[in-house]
């Protein structure tokens, strides 16, 4: 099993280089492709930790960052936990800290650039499903029986639901936890809704590192789609988050990016 050193996604075989780096919306670092594999990230002192969010939300990240330094995201509730955006890192001691918190019952990436590990984490928990929205399948690099497709709108446990949105890939999707912020709900929202540095308000692209815009029509389809549900925090996939009224940041910031992209603002250009 090889990962890409630029996205930190597993590929059973490397001999094609890293089709997901490869795609406009990501990039082959200047020094050209490059591979590596857990054991020797391990060696090189890459550790995984569990830091706790809010009651029952945890975030797992990697230090030093591996590939696009995802920060994942771990639900628990009374009938299972959801592991959010899978790292392209695990070792024994975070697998051990994940089990101890729960049955993780499945892993879930938002989109392809999240895939990390997603196979080898679902071994080391025993197996776990892993859910790819059907229409990202074929970016998978490594098959295995765990993995299943997925499409449109799913309740994956009891008040946590899974909903593909698009806009940054076809299947990209979200996940609302409705007892998230003290049952005011949770949108972990991956980069298919992506937090500013503002930390007030949100935005949405096609590649983020390549700043591809995506248009006004489907900003709007995507927040029409996140509107359905009832959410005051929301949480990105590289530990930035809004901390409250963010169902109406996010209506606001959609508003706003139509407005310059409709050209509403060329006068202050």
């Not at 991956?190 to 590192?209: E, H, K, L, W």
């Not at 248009?215 to 509107?227: K, L, P, Q, Y």
């Amino acid at each position: 099993m090889w990962i890409c050193r630029a996205c930190a996604v597993e590929h059973e075989d490397n001999a094609e280089g890293c089709v997901i780096c490869a795609d406009e919306r990501q990039y082959v670092p200047a020094d050209g492709q490059r591979w590596t594999t857990l054991s020797e990230l391990t060696a090189a002192g890459h550790r995984a930790r569990v830091s706790e969010l809010e009651p029952d939300l945890f975030s797992i990240t990697v230090a030093p960052k591996v590939g696009i330094g995802q920060h994942a995201h771990l639900v628990r509730t009374q009938s299972g936990n959801l592991l959010w955006d899978p790292p392209g890192y695990l070792d024994d001691r975070v697998v051990q800290q994940v089990r101890e918190l729960g049955e993780v019952v499945g892993i879930v990436a938002s989109h392809p650039h999240m895939f990390g590990v997603q196979v080898e984490w679902s071994r080391k928990l025993g197996g776990v499903p892993v859910l790819v929205a059907a229409p990202d399948l074929h970016w998978v690099r490594r098959s295995d029986p765990a993995i299943h497709p997925w499409s449109g709108t799913l309740e994956i446990l009891p008040g946590l639901t899974l909903s593909q949105l698009g806009g940054h890939f076809p299947g990209s999707a979200v996940a609302h936890w409705a007892s998230g912020a003290g049952g005011k709900g949770v949108l972990l929202a991956g980069d298919t809704i992506q937090a500013n540095p503002d930390r007030t308000s949100v935005t949405f692209m096609r590649s983020y590192p390549n700043r591809i815009p995506l248009s006004a029509a489907v900003v709007e389809r995507v927040t029409r789609a996140a509107g359905v549900f009832s959410f005051d925090r929301l949480y990105d996939n590289v530990g930035g988050a809004i901390a409250a009224d963010a169902r109406g940041v996010v209506r606001y910031s959609a508003n706003r990016y139509i407005s310059w992209i409709r050209g509403d603002f060329d006068h202050l250009t």
